[in-house]
């Protein structure tokens, strides 16, 4: 039972049954207050006869005082032309002067407190044997030749019309009441139905979408402004699906290319080796060639380690204050050997600057950058390293002198094994990983890479805000 509970409810049904609970309680209210103002309007208007009641007895009173009668005398015809109303007049010592048949007043509470006019708050109910009735006592003197009489006057007003009425009204008013709540509850229902037919045409446009179908977007033309922003959330989401899809794709291809090739030159050559008897030297040479190949793989998947890690966050970069000018001078006296053979000169400018990164994670980012500039760049050309302070950054510029890149090109130049037909070819020396690894490291780090390039050069440039501590 507890888990039915716990399951959760559609959009409709909270909707409606919120709608519901406070159209109750609205008509319940209205219903309260209608009910009082009309017993208020009841109340008020039998106070008002039982005052004219009570005046005209008051009246018979004192004319009986004035002529020297006994008050029983007046009392009987001291009120006409009122239906359903009685008195009780009692002298001072409790003795009753007159009382109207029709009410047996012996039942009236007459320790109620007396007042001296009649008002709604004043008024009590009690009944007899046979009515109910709304009645207040009163108290009046009257005077004759400096003699004062006290009296106690009853009236009272017959409720059972008043009661039947209110019965029959209130019983009318409950129908009206759950009437009127059920067909807003029911019209509510309806509405919200309506209202949500476009969500309901999203949800079997979105069923359409698979993903072989990752192109398909959502149109905005007749859809609510409420529902707007969830499209274009919606469209977002599935354009960045379809280019995390597009980026696999492309990476389990060339992935399958990258391993082809090795695995394929492995099998070549062992097929040739055991195609007859070898000397020992062939077999020597063969292992070597077999063993270069082992360690390309060995260094592509322990790069496409490195990169899943940092994407993922697995890796926590170390916090190091490093010298930017003397990690730069160790790299450039690291590939002097390699810059030689092309007679490429390394060049470092700019003031020497600290960072707070990861020391050993910067140097393989910058030998990244270093050796693609040095395998990009023409013969007898000069590598200028130039280190910058801005107001809010701190860079780190490669600048090689090597053939233009594409502006199409260069928004892919991070994508794993991504390369131009002109400059980006394999030639043994990586598999077209180390740019993504840089860019991955330096993001990790606080850091960001971006390439410009030109006819006259070619930038990679490291930007560090000074505020990443």
């Known amino acids: 039972m507890s888990k039915w509970f716990r399951i959760p409810n559609s959009l409709a049904f909270r909707t409606t049954s919120l709608v519901g609970i406070t159209v109750l309680l609205c008509f319940s209210v209205m219903h309260a207050i209608v009910i009082h103002s009309i017993e208020q309007h009841f109340t008020e208007q039998d106070a008002s006869e039982l005052n004219e009641v009570y005046l005209a007895v008051d009246a018979k009173l004192k004319e009986a005082a004035l002529n020297n009668t006994p008050p029983s005398d007046t009392l009987f015809e001291a009120v006409s032309g009122h239906h359903g109303v009685y008195y009780h007049v009692e002298n001072a010592k409790g003795e009753t002067l007159f009382s109207s048949k029709g009410a047996d007043f012996s039942f009236f509470p007459m320790s109620s407190p007396s007042f001296k006019v009649v008002a709604p708050d004043n008024l009590i109910l009690f009944e007899d044997t046979q009515h109910l009735f709304r009645a207040t006592k009163l108290t009046t003197n009257t005077s004759l030749s400096g003699t004062v009489k006290t009296y106690s006057v009853i009236v009272a007003s017959n409720m059972e019309f008043h009661m039947s009425y209110m019965e029959d009204f209130k019983t009318t008013l409950w129908i009206i009441t759950l009437f009127a709540a059920i067909v807003t509850i029911l019209a509510a229902r309806f509405a919200i139905h309506r209202g949500h037919s476009p969500l309901r045409k999203l949800s079997r446009k979105i069923e359409t979408i698979s993903a072989d179908h990752l192109d398909a977007r959502l149109s905005t033309h007749g859809v609510p402004t409420e529902l707007t922003v969830l499209v274009d959330s919606f469209n977002t989401m599935i354009q960045k699906l379809e280019d995390g899809f597009e980026r696999l794709s492309f990476f389990s291809a060339d992935i399958a290319h990258e391993l082809r090739t090795p695995i394929t030159n492995l099998t070549t050559q062992t097929q040739v080796m055991l195609s007859r008897k070898r000397t020992n030297d062939d077999y020597t040479d063969i292992l070597y060639s077999h063993l270069e190949e082992y360690e390309r793989m060995s260094k592509m998947i322990s790069d496409m380690l490195l990169?899943?890690?940092?994407?993922?966050?697995?890796?926590?970069?170390?916090?190091?204050?490093?010298?930017?000018?003397?990690?730069?001078?160790?790299?450039?006296?690291?590939?002097?050997?390699?810059?030689?053979?092309?007679?490429?000169?390394?060049?470092?400018?700019?003031?020497?600057?600290?960072?707070?990164?990861?020391?050993?994670?910067?140097?393989?980012?910058?030998?990244?950058?270093?050796?693609?500039?040095?395998?990009?760049?023409?013969?007898?050309?000069?590598?200028?390293?130039?280190?910058?302070?801005?107001?809010?950054?701190?860079?780190?510029?490669?600048?090689?002198?090597?053939?233009?890149?594409?502006?199409?090109?260069?928004?892919?130049?991070?994508?794993?094994?991504?390369?131009?037909?002109?400059?980006?070819?394999?030639?043994?020396?990586?598999?077209?990983?180390?740019?993504?690894?840089?860019?991955?490291?330096?993001?990790?780090?606080?850091?960001?890479?971006?390439?410009?390039?030109s006819a006259k050069h070619t930038c990679f440039t490291i930007k560090f805000m000074k505020n990443t501590k």
Request: charged share 25%.
């Open 307 to 453: 990169l899943a890690q940092t994407e993922h966050g697995l890796i926590e970069p170390k916090r190091d204050t490093v010298a930017i000018n003397q990690v730069v001078k160790d790299l450039i006296e690291y590939f002097e050997v390699l810059a030689d053979e092309k007679n490429i000169r390394l060049t470092l400018s700019g003031p020497p600057l600290e960072i707070v990164c990861d020391k050993t994670m910067l140097r393989q980012a910058l030998s990244n950058l270093i050796s693609n500039a040095i395998r990009y760049s023409p013969n007898d050309d000069e590598i200028v390293i130039e280190i910058k302070d801005s107001l809010d950054t701190i860079s780190i510029t490669i600048v090689n002198h090597g053939d233009m890149i594409p502006k199409e090109h260069l928004g892919r130049l991070f994508d794993r094994f991504y390369r131009t037909d002109f400059s980006r070819q394999r030639d043994g020396q990586g598999a077209g990983l180390g740019l993504t690894i840089a860019k991955s490291i330096m993001k990790i780090n606080g850091g960001d890479i971006h390439a410009e390039s």
